[in-house]
């Protein structure tokens, strides 16, 4: 079976800087990683994805992960936060062995970018 | 239109009746799925379509809920006799899937959100 761990309910930082937002993954085989982001009254918009290839991906709005296969996780990062990026975001997983379809998603973490 | 659309937006029903909501992907796209979210969860898988047939349904929580994609586009989702706890917003999302497999992101709607009294 896969799952998502996103270990922190909540993330608070100071504007310009560094933002993290954790998460770990267990899957059979090699992942599919996925971030969503979703806003308020907003419907889960894409951020960015590791298929294969280069572990550091890079997305929208500067953002960008890291896929750790032993760790088994897949940071989102951001070097220096806006108040705009304050959202709930969302990590998923894929296993393409045995659940080609199916993405299973963490709980979410809700990011807070204070002035 | 250029996404994918969801309706209704908001259903208010009462406890026993039958529910239907409808998804209409972005056009191209031959996967489908349905998600549920509740508050202060992440969604939850209920199931996938590839094409016309449903490859994943082991997300249906029971025989109350069924899904359907006759033509492989449109996708409706029906709930049976429907009970409070199936209050929660019903996301619909769909992807692209090329020749290198299923490796596309999920564009989402708005979602439905269904209150049942």
């Known amino acids: 079976a896969q799952s998502v761990a996103q270990p922190e309910d909540q993330v608070n930082v100071a504007e310009g800087n560094p933002l993290t937002v954790k998460c770990t993954y267990s899957v059979s085989g090699n992942p599919y990683l996925f971030w969503y982001v979703q806003y308020p009254n907003r419907g889960l918009q894409f951020l960015l994805k590791?298929?294969?290839?280069?572990?550091l991906v890079k997305g929208s709005y500067g953002f960008e992960a890291e896929f750790n296969k032993s760790q088994t996780s897949f940071h989102l990062k951001k070097p220096s936060a806006l108040v705009s990026d304050s959202a709930l975001y969302f990590c998923a997983v894929r296993d393409p062995n045995t659940n080609a379809g199916k993405s299973t998603f963490g709980d979410g973490t809700t990011l807070t970018v204070k002035p | 239109g250029a996404g994918v659309s969801q309706t209704p937006s908001n259903k208010v029903t009462e406890k026993g009746k039958y529910v239907e909501l409808r998804c209409d992907p972005i056009?191209?796209?031959?996967?489908l799925y349905w998600y549920r979210q509740s508050l202060g969860q992440g969604p939850e898988f209920l199931i996938y379509f590839q094409g016309t047939g449903a490859a994943d349904d082991s997300g249906l929580p029971n025989d109350r809920f069924f899904a359907v994609r006759p033509e492989g586009s449109v996708s409706t989702l029906k709930i049976q006799r429907t009970e409070r706890g199936d209050s929660a917003v019903y996301l619909c999302?769909?992807?692209?899937?090329?020749?290198?497999?299923?490796?596309?992101?999920?564009?989402f709607g708005e979602g439905s959100r269904l209150t049942v009294l």
């Open positions: 590791y298929i294969t290839g280069d572990n």
């Open positions: 999302a769909s992807s692209f899937v090329g020749v290198a497999g299923n490796t596309g992101e999920l564009f």
């Open positions: 056009s191209g796209h031959t996967a």
